[in-house]
């Protein structure tokens, strides 16, 4: 079992809606996590970072925690053609975005 | 443009060959990783630097991969004899508190 796991997708959803990209962890005592956005041949960006439970808005991107189920998430409202990517959650067990292990992606398409 | 650069970005070599590359980090970010990305995969830790301190080592790290950051400044990262499995994306990565900026990536095919 990996430490981290992503559906691999491809998700595909219509211009306009809600995408949502699911994560879980392994490791319990993790404490901050993050989502990349990874357009092809491109390096990762990051995107959002979460350190506690509960929702963190940022724009159309809200990321959700819940340590007790281990399990972090991203919702893109409103999705554009441009959010087209490979979405990459990564998590560490310290409390900065250094050393972190990542899963292997999910792969959004937003068709127009 | 994230202020970290990598170079090459693209290396193309014929297994058994020795091949370096090197990364330039945002100059006040003291920390310094390592990944490697293979198709279809997420990054995996190499190693990391605390200024020229090299901290922590994966076992994906063999004893054909070394890494160095003299000075604290860039740093190079060396693989020797190098076999078509370490065809790979090789990406440098500097960390704020709560930011990380990668840089572009040296894409490595071993032929």
């Known amino acids: 079992q990996k430490e981290v796991e992503q559906n691999s997708g491809p998700l595909s959803v219509p211009e306009g809606a809600i995408a949502s990209l699911n994560c879980t962890y392994s490791?319990?005592?993790?404490?901050?996590f993050f989502w990349y956005r990874q357009y092809s041949g491109k390096s990762p960006e990051l995107i959002m970072s979460?350190?506690?439970?509960g929702d963190k808005e940022d724009g159309r991107f809200t990321a959700q925690l819940n340590k007790a189920s281990q399990y972090v998430s991203l919702l893109i409202r409103d999705s554009q053609p441009s959010d087209s990517a490979t979405y990459l959650c990564?998590?560490?067990?310290?409390?900065?975005?250094?050393?972190?292990?990542f899963g292997d992606g999910t792969t959004l398409t937003v068709k127009p | 443009d994230t202020g970290v650069s990598q170079n090459p970005r693209h290396k193309i070599t014929k297994r058994g060959q020795n091949v370096t590359f090197r990364c330039d980090p945002i100059?006040?970010?003291?920390?310094l990783y390592w990944y490697r990305q293979t198709l279809g995969q997420g990054p995996e830790f190499l190693t990391y630097?605390?200024?020229?301190?090299?901290?922590?080592k994966s076992r994906l790290l063999s004893d054909r991969f070394s890494a160095e950051r003299p000075k604290g400044s860039f740093s190079t990262l060396e693989i020797q004899r190098t076999e078509q499995g370490d065809s790979a994306m090789y990406l440098c990565?500097?960390?704020?508190?709560?930011?990380?900026?990668f840089g572009p990536g040296t894409r490595l095919t071993v032929l």
């Open positions: 630097f605390q200024n020229e301190a090299q901290l922590e």
């Open positions: 490791d319990r005592g993790s404490q901050s």
């Open positions: 979460i350190y506690s439970n």
């Open positions: 990564a998590v560490n067990s310290y409390t900065n975005a250094g050393k972190s292990t």
């Open positions: 100059s006040e970010h003291n920390r």
């Open positions: 990565a500097t960390p704020t508190a709560d930011t990380q900026y």
